[in-house]
Structures are given as C-alpha cells and as structure tokens.
C-alpha cells in the first residue's frame, strides 16, 4: 500500500502556513498528527528537532514521547541510529529485530510492533521523524523513499517559513523597542533643557554621564527620569529615579 495518499500530501503542504501562534512545538504537533492519521499503517507518530545538542520532542501520543526518551537514556533505538547513520531505519517487528534489545521492551510495553524512522537534514537542524504500527510489516521498505521525500520537501518548507517568520517577528520587536527608547530619551532631554536651560546635545550628554556613573542603561535612566516627572506633576513621591552625583 502506498504511503503517500493525496490527503496526506494536502495535510503537510498545509504546515508550511505560519501565523502569531505558529512555534517549532505547533509545527511538531502538526506534523506527527498528520502522520498518525494520514499514513496508511501508521498508529503514531514523533518528531524530534535536533539543533546541536538541544532537542525539541513531540508526538501523537504521550506514550511515544516516553519511547522517544527511553532511546536518549537506553542509547539505542531505531530513531536514534536514523540520527546518527543519516539513513531511513524500518523495523518490520520490534520482537524478531535483534539490534537494540534493550528498546524492545520499552516499545512493546508502548503497544509498537513497526517502526520507521527517518532523519531529515534541513538548513539550521535535524528532524528525525517516527512512524509506529501495532501490527508487524507495516512499513513496507519500497515506500520509504516516497514518503521521505515529500516529508523532507514539506517539513523543510514549514521548519523554513517558521524560522523567517520568528526573523522578522524578533526584527519588528527590536525595531519598535528601539523606537520606543528613542522617545522616551527624547522626552527625557526635553525635560532637563527645560529645567536646566541647555542645548539637546548637552541633555543628552548629561543623561549619559549620569548612566555611566550609576551602571543604567540610557533609555532606562531616561524612563526614570520620565517616570518621576510626571509622578511629581501629579504631586505624588518621586521615587526610582537615581540621584544626580
């Protein structure tokens, strides 16, 4: 039976929209239940996301997230020799398969009798993604290579949007704090020309001696001083801001 359906390939081209709430553990979740339910044999899912040595796991079920965990502490298993041999890894039936006995427990205690494992190296990581049958011979190894590429070709995509969308998510945010700080630093030099009668460089001088000396930001100083101002309009306690040395 062939792995890859047209609902399958509709379901996975759809992770790669990307939204405010769009995270890599959205795009893992979306990922390994669009397996579960999409791939003919196919029970459950994983996905584990691999930058360096920092690991980002889900699954369709809590039972194989523990799997997964059991091969990071057993140190063998059929995901993490995908990882390291860079290959697809079958198991037709965890019971007649004599690689990792110390796995062979822990998956059947899971209710797994077939697993595939696949590794997919995309531009900043690995993904190794697992499919688990309960009945033995459910991955049949002609419909690997299928399956892995239109996973490899998809998942690249929704991994890619994601990692561009947080780019210029964390780019706006930064920009708009910068804005933010620029204001209010402006604000802060108004107030101490007015106060002191000096030019704007000379304002700005002054709020960046006065950082320096007390180990603040500008922008934070700036905030304080701002802060006070206003409190002190209002005839309440001008309280937070530093001293002048």
Not at 148 to 175: K, S
Request: proline share 6%; net charge negative; aromatic share 4%.
């Amino acid at each position: 039976m062939d792995m890859v359906t047209p609902v399958l390939a509709r379901d996975l081209a759809g992770l790669g929209r990307v939204s405010e709430e769009t995270s890599s553990e959205s795009v893992l979740r979306g990922l390994t239940a669009t397996l579960a339910v999409g791939v003919p044999g196919c029970a459950g899912g994983s996905a584990e996301l691999w930058r360096g040595e920092r690991v980002v796991v889900s699954a369709s079920h809590s039972e194989l997230v523990l799997l997964v965990d059991s091969e990071g502490e057993l140190g063998e298993g059929p995901s993490a020799e995908a990882r390291a041999g860079g290959r697809p890894v079958v198991v037709q039936d965890v019971l007649r398969d004599p690689r990792w006995p110390g796995y062979t427990g822990m998956a059947v205690r899971c209710g797994v009798r077939a697993v595939l494992a696949m590794p997919i190296t995309v531009e900043r990581a690995v993904l190794v993604i697992g499919l688990y049958g309960v009945r033995p011979g459910a991955f049949a190894g002609r419909n690997v290579p299928p399956l892995a590429d239109m996973l490899a070709e998809q998942v690249t995509v929704a991994l890619a949007n994601m990692w561009d969308y947080d780019e210029v998510r964390t780019d706006a945010a930064q920009m708009q704090e910068a804005l933010a700080g620029r204001a209010v630093i402006d604000q802060a030099k108004g107030i101490i020309m007015k106060s002191s009668g000096c030019s704007a460089e000379a304002a700005f001088d002054e709020l960046r001696r006065i950082s320096q000396h007390h180990q603040v930001k500008v922008a934070d100083l700036a905030r304080l001083l701002v802060d006070e101002h206003q409190r002190n309009r209002r005839g309440g306690p001008g309280e937070g801001a530093p001293p002048s040395p």
